[in-house]
């Protein structure tokens, strides 16, 4: 996903951001207390239920230039398998005269706290009371912008945490984002700021702002959850989809990535995601169901005239060479290991290297004398990929 372990790339090398494969209608936002307005989607697993939460409401464009104040609910979904999911009745709340609805935090007052962008999470934290396993965030819709903390023992049945905002000073007009840092060991929060150049934007008109603007999803990734290294190449692009679906706020991207089985009898598990389509588009927007392959965000790369990536030394634990790798019928791959000074390991060089050819998500590296590498487990080496019309996607020691 970024250079940190590339040493040098040469040849036709290159790393390649891939996009993902548009799936099937997840839901469709034709609730009653739904509609135009719904995004801003959250999923996870949780033990053996798919948990999805969304910002349930309703509006369009022509209700924005109006200056109409829209609808917004904390909605809540649920699915067995990560792909058909379904809209239960919870009954905890009456909207539009009804309280068949999924509807799972309306706000407790005028100011309707943590409404806005309601993002929950599963607190993986080891000394989490029980009554807030489960915690979400939100905004407001109205009053002084302030982002607020609720918790919940079950998921569906909400409490604020506190009557102040857990944080203040920014506009938190988006999906903001709190969770547990398991790495770390503390949470951590990513929410929206206003530049003064973002400020003048929105004091425009409706008309102004959203206009002609258009959404697209990107990809980042870190390793330490301050600094990112953005692919400034769209990873999802509003597409070739009914019209209404290039307009602001389509496109957005679900917060959570889930593992799920493939619709191809054999194939393996895959990562579905979802994003919104029909944003601020009558008769109601929908969420649509993504597909990519198992670490297949960015690969190293190499067209059939060939290239090489050469790693910065590691060292590694195991006793087997493992990769994540797709190749052309005519495309290859084989793999070298050197020692720090960049000298061949004797037995494991490209002429020793067994070709490797087809897509799998775990290919065992053989060499001539094998697939047994514990002899360098714990030294300092490099691994050189040798790939013509072929992508690794990811490597690991087992």
């Known amino acids: 996903m970024d250079d940190a372990l590339i040493g040098k790339l040469t040849g036709k090398a290159s790393l390649r951001l891939h996009q993902p494969s548009i799936r099937d209608d997840?839901?469709?936002?034709?609730?009653?207390?739904e509609g135009t307005f719904c995004g801003y989607i959250t999923t996870f697993q949780d033990g053996d239920i798919f948990r999805m939460y969304y910002h349930g409401g309703d509006t369009d464009i022509d209700d924005l230039i109006a200056e109409k104040e829209p609808s917004i609910y904390g909605a809540y979904a649920e699915s067995a398998d990560g792909i058909h999911w379904t809209k239960p009745s919870l009954g905890l709340y009456e909207v539009l005269g009804s309280r068949e609805n999924s509807v799972v935090w309306l706000g407790e007052t005028d100011v309707r706290k943590g409404v806005h962008g309601f993002a929950p999470f599963k607190d993986e934290n080891p000394d989490c009371e029980p009554d807030a396993i489960y915690k979400a965030v939100g905004a407001t819709m109205g009053g002084e912008p302030g982002l607020y903390g609720m918790k919940s023992a079950d998921g569906i049945h909400w409490s604020l945490m506190q009557d102040e905002p857990i944080m203040k000073g920014d506009s938190y007009d988006s999906q903001?984002?709190?969770?547990?840092?398991t790495l770390?060991?503390?949470?951590?929060?990513?929410v929206r700021h206003f530049s003064e150049l973002e400020h003048r934007r929105r004091r425009a008109s409706v008309t102004e702002r959203y206009g002609a603007a258009v959404t697209d999803g990107l990809f980042m990734a870190s390793r330490d959850g301050r600094t990112f290294k953005r692919w400034d190449e769209a990873f999802l692009r509003p597409g070739l989809r009914t019209e209404g679906s290039w307009t602001y706020g389509?496109?957005?991207?679900?917060?959570?990535?889930?593992?799920?089985?493939s619709?191809?009898?054999?194939?393996?598990?895959?990562?579905s995601f979802?994003?919104?389509?029909?944003?601020?588009?009558?008769p109601s927007a929908l969420f649509r169901r993504y597909t990519l392959r198992i670490d297949g965000f960015v690969s190293a790369h190499a067209p059939l005239v060939g290239g090489e990536l050469i790693t910065a030394p590691i060292t590694f634990t195991g006793s087997s060479l493992h990769l994540n790798v797709s190749t052309s019928a005519g495309g290859s791959m084989r793999v070298e290991m050197l020692d720090a000074d960049d000298h061949t390991i004797t037995g494991f060089s490209l002429d020793d290297c067994f070709d490797i050819v087809g897509d799998t998500l775990d290919y065992t590296v053989r060499w001539s004398n094998g697939t047994d590498v514990s002899a360098l487990a714990g030294k300092p080496v490099k691994l050189r990929f040798s790939l013509k019309d072929a992508d690794l996607y990811s490597y690991v020691f087992k």
């Not at 997840?26 to 207390?33: E, F, I, K, R, S």
């Not at 770390?184 to 990513?190: D, I, L, N, P």
Request: hydrophobic residues 45%; charged residues 20%.
């Open 26 to 33: 997840a839901l469709v936002m034709d609730g009653l207390w």
């Open 176 to 181: 903001n984002l709190v969770f547990w840092d």
């Open 184 to 190: 770390r060991g503390e949470y951590r929060a990513y």
């Open 250 to 261: 389509d496109c957005y991207q679900a917060w959570g990535i889930l593992e799920t089985a």
């Open 263 to 271: 619709s191809l009898p054999g194939a393996p598990n895959e990562l």
């Open 274 to 282: 979802y994003a919104v389509e029909h944003y601020w588009r009558k």
